[in-house]
């Protein structure tokens, strides 16, 4: 029998770095962005969105409107009646008083009032783009201005009320870990240390803007959405669900190539009703793009907390407590779990990779007449990781300690591992000291004081932060994969997670070139089709390796199993005489073997198969973790400023990542690379900004919104340090926000750094020029 025709086994497989292979059709321009994808006949919409942060609307006019050429409809939300259901909450949380929370679903429209700049008022179907556009602009929208209120501190003290029916603009309160501990634990500490930190609200500012297409069907009677969204299936089963109140399988969406989702495209919006929606009124596909200058006003944004921390330590400077208490700008509309999960799920890392013996925090959620947040890169890791890091560093410049000892004494050694923390969670496995030590080498700490010392002779300041990053990812929801094999012996592999730029099709041939051993250009991959994939729970907190990855072993583990019934047959030898490595099955202890690609084919020729085996050679998996990953690492940040300017400059960035397994360490650094990217953008000079009086939006291009350049980087270092877990088949943990998670506290802590010799003590992000020289004058002044 012949050998399978891969020439050198093993050179796609996990833990080689090879490029992706999706890159030669994406650097080509043969991708299938939103842009990419048109339908005949298709009529192009745009939406009327709210110019006023609060206000009545006292009239809509689209009469002039309509009669503009090629005006084929416009839609209020009294035009929409009933027809639109809205997204709802499962979680169960109280307000501080004891009563429910206050959880406002987003109308599809907005009727009697408007909550934000950009709420959705009417959308306007046109046959061209720029006659929907001129249309829009003649919709005469009459409103009478309320107060409003969009800082968060603001809406949690007093501010005005973004709903009538909660005059304190508290939606709900969190708590987690021991309060009573905690409290007993701060009365015997010999040393508190107390900070108030602000984090800036961002936006995602993904290459591709938001967009979405909706077809109907008359014949069949189904829909047909094409959106960049992260979870196809979880967005069919909410516009089924929740939406339209239809049978899930009346409803299809397919996802083609992403440009960037970072969490923001993760679920169901108001435009992607109206597409289905109105494709259904008009019998024509309707398409809705995203303009640049829209995509602030029409998305979920992310962060936006004031967090007040203490950290309670004994004599020689052990931590004994950490108490938190934040306030998170949860915007004016709180519509599905997703608006709440930054502000729950990942605070339990608030407590780093250290030895905290108590620990209590409290998260109130305030509402403020801003756009929902939501999940974005770290989703509540990096807010968590800046807290606890930069208090660490704060605590050290208050006792005179080095922060790097500091950490050395507090830090969960590896010999305590399983390790249960005060926030409740079971960190399985992780080197977290040896992962600082080996940064603190890589990026010569030790040579620090002369850097610094040659910078001061510049005029320059000169700052450096070591940082613990420990993260949650892949959590104990399944994910699934399937392996099809062709009659001629290729296979297709259909995946339930949701690629946006990963590299998921290089990372999945990966692990199938592991398992089966084929040769990935035999491979097809898909992902992205309802109507294809059987199920999925799409793509978000760093878990389509963990748990893709593992279904997708599982599904290559059953096909191990058929073949190995087909090849015992092929071969005339017992199965258990068979062993199956590099893509071949083999008779033990002699030459006589046959490769996958055959017995596939035999699989369809019922002939050739053994008595009552079922012919064909198509498997899933479905893979659920016990529980969650603990990818960590340690970030070293170096910083140097033009105290003359303020201007902050990034001149060395390491990292020692644990991910568990690498799958590909080419993909795994430019997903650590782009993390930092993200971490550092927010840290230095991403914010939306709004007008505290008039609640104006003031960023929405990016004339205002300041972004990373490929200049505001330096070379980065990154070296894994992999603590496979036994938590899945591949060992991996998650990787697609660690980079994030680090950078936030990194960038900010090197910042404070450099400028501690002035007697900065405090700044809050983004250290932009303006800001950082202000920190510098202020103190001079003092
Ligand atoms: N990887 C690896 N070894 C591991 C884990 C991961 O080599 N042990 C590599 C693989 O190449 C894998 C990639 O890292 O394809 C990301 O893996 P994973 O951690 O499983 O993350 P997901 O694929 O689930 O992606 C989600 C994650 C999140 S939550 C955000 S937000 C984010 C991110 O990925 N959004 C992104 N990275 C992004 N990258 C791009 N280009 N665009 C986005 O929108």
Known sequence: MSRPPIKQMGQFGIGQGIKRFEDVRLVRGEGRFHDDVNLPGQAHAVIVRSIHAHARLTRIDTKAASKLPGVLAIFTGADLGDALGTMTMTLKRKRPDGSPMFAPPHQTLARERVRY???????????????????????????????????????????????????????NLHEAGDKAATDAAFARAAWVVRRRYVITRVHAQYLEPRGALGAWDPGEGRYTLYADVQYPHRVRNALATNIFKVPEHTIRVIVGDVGG??????????????????????????????????????????????????????????????????????????????????????IVTLVGVYAFPAAHVQVLSVLSNTNSTAPYRGAGRPEATYVVERLIDDAA???????????????????????????????????????????????????????????????????????????????????????????????????????QGQGHETTFKQILHERLGLDPHEVRYIDGDTDRVAFGMGTMGSRSTVIGGSALWMAADKIVAKGRKIAAKLLEAAEDDLKFADGTFTVAGTDRAVGLKEVARAAFQPAQLPKGLEPGLYETGTFVPATDTWPNGCHVCEAEIDPDTGAVTLVGYTIVDDV???????????????????????????????????????????????????????????????????????????????????????????????????????????????????????????
């Open 261 to 346: 989702a970072f969490g923001t495209k993760g679920w169901q919006y108001p435009e992607h009703r109206l597409v289905l929606w109105a494709a259904r009124k008009l019998g024509r596909p309707v398409k809705w793009s995203c303009e640049r200058r829209e995509a602030i006003p029409a998305d979920e944004h992310a962060r936006d907390n004031v967090t007040d921390a203490e950290l309670a330590l004994d004599a020689d400077g052990h931590f004994l407590a950490l108490r938190v208490k934040t306030l998170a700008n949860v915007g004016a509309y709180v519509s599905s779990d997703r608006n709440l999960l930054a502000t729950f799920s990942n």
């Open 397 to 499: 410049r208050e006792l005179a300690t080095d922060p790097v000892e500091l950490r050395r004494r507090n830090v969960i050694p590896s010999s305590a591992m399983p390790y249960k923390t005060a926030l409740g969670m079971t960190y399985d496995c992780g080197e977290f000291r040896a992962n600082m030590e080996a940064a603190l080498k890589l990026a010569d700490v030790a040579g620090f004081p002369l850097r610094r010392d040659a910078a001061h002779r510049r005029g320059k300041l000169r700052g450096l932060a070591v940082v613990n990053a420990i993260e949650r990812a892949a959590g104990a929801q399944p994910e699934f994969a399937e392996i099809r094999f062709a009659p001629s012996g290729t296979a297709t592999v259909l995946m339930g997670s949701k690629n």
């Open 660 to 782: 568990g397994t690498v799958i590909n360490p080419v993909t795994l650094k430019g997903q650590i690379h782009g993390g930092v990217a993200q971490g550092v953008g927010q840290a230095l000079m991403e914010q939306v900004v709004y007008d505290d009086e008039s609640g104006q939006l003031l960023t929405a291009s990016f004339m205002d919104y300041a972004m990373p350049r490929a200049d505001t980087l330096p070379d980065m270092h990154i070296e894994s340090a992999p603590v496979p877990t036994r938590l899945n088949p591949l060992g991996a943990k998650g990787a697609g926000e660690a980079g994030t998670v680090g950078a936030l506290p990194a960038t900010m802590n090197a910042v404070l750094d450099a400028l501690a010799p002035l007697g900065v003590r405090d700044l809050d992000m983004p250290a932009s020029p303006e800001r950082v020289w202000r920190a510098i004058e202020d103190t001079r002044r003092r």
């Open 117 to 171: 700049v950009g709420d959705p008022i009417a959308m306007v179907v046109a046959e061209t783009l720029a006659q929907a556009e001129d249309a829009a602009a003649r919709v005469e929208v009459d409103y009478a201005p309320l107060p409003a209120v969009t800082s968060t501190a603001a809406a949690a003290s007093g501010g005005p009320a973004v709903w009538d029916a909660c005059p304190d603009n508290v939606s």
